[in-house]
T-cell receptor, first 113, second 112 residues
Framework: DAGITQSPRHKVTETGTPVTLRCHQTENHRYMYWYRQDPGHGLRLIHYSYGVKDTDKGEVSDGYSVSRSKTEDFLLTLESATSSQTSVYFC????????????FGQGTRLTVV | GESVGLHLPTLSVQEGDNSIINCAYSNSASDYFIWYKQESGKGPQFIIDIRSNMDKRQGQRVTVLLNKTVKHLSLQIAATQPGDSAVYFCAENPPGANNLFFGTGTRLTVIP
């Protein structure tokens, strides 16, 4: 998986609790992304980063925040988890932002009960 | 967001036959397209890409065709094998967009 590690791989949490998902890469790629995958929707971008401390919103950013304090780590935080955030979350990395493939991690299955 | 869709949600083929997976995209200005394969419990894996200045690109057992006139993309898999069973996604990168837009996927099942 191109040197991408997501943690945890599975998590069950209660509504209203904060949750942080971690993505770690060893490829030194500049761009990092967080997607969620839901039936009938495919993959949708939550947030992305184009460098250390540089992030921007994607299609479905409400209820999520991100941080990137160093090149290799990109954190996704759900400040107060809701049942609608039950999903599979994928981190991806790429060398360039446009017109290039992105490499994906194994995913984190998050269940909010 | 962009609309990237697939004609068929499922496709079953006999082992050894050729597979064709189709994808329609909505932005005629999109200039880059990718096909991903996703096996159960794994993240999407890059298969092949194509830029809008091309109509066809071939890889190992796979060919991507781009028809810009009708905004259609297809993935052809030759001599389909059981290991090809997976969900296949097309994705496009519209000009000025900061990310890829994905279709909902087609599940390919290879019958031994």
């Amino acid at each position: 998986d191109a040197g991408i590690t997501q943690s945890p791989r599975h998590k069950v949490t209660e509504t209203g609790t904060p949750v942080t998902l971690r993505c770690h890469q060893t490829e030194n790629h500049r761009y990092m992304y967080w997607y969620r995958q839901d039936p009938g929707h495919g993959l949708r971008l939550i947030h992305y980063s184009y460098g250390v401390k540089d992030t921007d919103k994607g299609e479905v950013s409400d209820g999520y925040s991100v941080s990137r304090s160093k090149t290799e780590d990109f954190l996704l935080t759900l400040e107060s988890a809701t049942s609608s955030q039950t999903s599979v979350y994928f981190c991806a990395i790429s060398q360039k932002n446009l017109n290039t493939e992105a490499f994906f991690g194994q995913g984190t299955r998050l269940t909010v009960v | 967001g962009e609309s990237v869709g697939l004609h068929l949600p499922t496709l079953s083929v006999q082992e050894g036959d050729n597979s064709i997976i189709n994808c329609a995209y909505s932005n005629s200005a999109s200039d880059y397209f990718i096909w991903y394969k996703q096996e159960s419990g794994k993240g999407p894996q890059f298969i092949i890409d194509i830029r809008s200045n091309m109509d066809k690109r071939q890889g190992q057992r796979v060919t991507v065709l781009l028809n810009k006139t009708v905004k259609h993309l297809s993935l052809q898999i030759a001599a389909t094998q059981p290991g090809d069973s997976a969900v296949y996604f097309c994705a496009e990168n519209p000009p000025g967009a900061n990310n890829l837009f994905f279709g909902t996927g087609t599940r390919l099942t290879v019958i031994p």
